[in-house]
């Protein structure tokens, strides 16, 4: 097959792979702005899964939905350690630069945008240099008053209602979404869960739209107890058969092309249903087809490409990051698992290591920093990444 016409390759067809078995979630989406446009209440929307389920390509086509309504909409990729002031500004200002162009009042805009201006300064340290201080690129003066007491939970609620006002205005709203929302450090969780609790009690057409791993729900609670009635959870798992063979045949058939039933079976087995392989194999199996259509011997041909680059791109840079001690974690979890996708018992890791658990805490916590494993219940750990066991036992092959 041409490699230049390959469908699986990243940024490639229409509607990418991770897509295919979503119609539920689009669907709810659309209920939502629906909604929330016509001044109903509605929850948030918090998307949770493993590594390779396609929860940031989702995202963004959530995104592009709400943009496509005319709502102003903004994405942040929330990051360790790093402070959410300066990320939701830069996604705000897009909210904000959507909604200008169908507001009549561009003395209105600006005073929205004088707000964020504000609230985004509120970033820099006190008494930083001059030059060291972060600039938003906002073109307008910063507001006083408003959005900047140096308080998030205030600025949030604060700004959070100027932007949705503003929105009201034309008669649409705001998405501000979040990717890796597990990585939101405590004070800013807990601040923006209570700016969305503030406006759904005040009906503002605001709605925040967060993805991350599966304990996301866990780390909402725990900031705010009454998280879970302001989100609605939809947990994006791998594909059933039906919804991946059609993710591989909807772009083989628009480059009309065809794959065999038993490269079907194939790719399946091989992939496990996760949209990430499901790429990776397809891809790999599409440069590999000396000819139309592609076959099972295909794509056993080049299921060691796929492998290969699945254990540098998306295993080995993972483990990279890892620690002597959090590897050693890691493969214990892994004999364990048997190299399988479920949980284990963290004082069976430490029986199995021969230590004591709580000397075992610095590393599972760290991993879990890490977004490498998940507590998927109390004393119970799991890895992030479909797949991950079987890579590190493959390792000691």
């Not at 109903?40 to 995202?59: A, H, I, N, W």
């Not at 065809?258 to 199996?285: C, M, R, V, W």
């Not at 993972?318 to 048997?338: F, I, K, S, V």
């Amino acid at each position: 097959m041409d490699p230049v016409r390959n469908p699986f390759a990243p940024g490639a067809g229409q509607r990418p792979p991770e897509l295919a078995g979503r119609e539920k979630e689009l669907t709810a989406f659309e209920v939502v702005l629906e909604r929330v446009a016509r001044g109903r209440p509605e929850r948030s929307l918090v998307l949770t899964g493993l590594r390779g389920v396609g929860k940031t390509v989702l995202l963004g086509e959530l995104r592009s939905m709400a943009v496509r309504r005319g709502w102003g909409a903004g994405k942040v990729e929330a990051r360790p350690d790093a402070d959410l002031r300066r990320p939701l500004s830069t996604a705000l200002h897009r909210a904000v630069r959507d909604l200008a162009v169908r507001h009549r009042s561009p003395d209105r805009v600006e005073a929205v945008l004088g707000v964020l201006k504000a609230f985004a300064l509120k970033s820099n340290p006190d008494g930083a240099k001059l030059r060291e201080r972060w600039q938003p690129g906002i073109d307008v003066p910063a507001t006083a008053g408003r959005a900047d007491s140096g308080d998030i939970e205030i600025d949030l609620v604060e700004l959070f209602t100027e932007v949705a006002e503003l929105a009201q205005d034309v008669g649409t709203g705001v998405a501000v979404l979040i990717d890796e929302m597990q990585d939101i450090g405590p004070n800013d969780i807990s601040a923006l869960c209570a700016a969305c609790h503030e406006l759904a009690q005040s009906g503002a057409p605001l709605v925040v739209v967060g993805a991350g791993l599966p304990h996301l729900p866990a780390v909402l609670s725990a900031s705010k107890s009454y998280s879970e009635r302001l989100f609605r959870y939809a947990r994006i798992d791998r594909l059933d058969r039906a919804d991946a063979d059609r993710a591989v045949l909807a772009p083989v058939d628009r480059e009309e092309a065809g794959i065999t039933p038993e490269a079907l079976d194939a790719l399946f087995e091989h992939s496990g249903g996760y949209p990430y392989f499901i790429q990776a194999f397809g891809k790999a199996a599409w440069d590999a087809a000396p000819a139309d259509p592609i076959t099972a011997e295909d794509v056993l041909v080049a299921a060691p490409e796929a492998e290969g680059e699945l254990a540098v791109g998306f295993f080995g840079s993972r483990y990279e990051r890892a620690t002597p001690a959090e590897r050693e974690y890691l493969r214990a979890m892994a004999e364990l698992t048997h190299g399988k996708d479920e949980g284990v018992g963290t004082s069976d890791v430490a029986e199995f290591l021969g230590r004591k658990p709580s000397s075992l805490s610095p590393a599972r916590d760290s991993l879990i920093k890490k977004g490498l494993v998940y507590s998927a219940e109390r004393g119970r750990i799991a890895f992030t990444v479909p797949h991950f066991g079987r890579y590190l036992l493959q390792m000691d092959e």
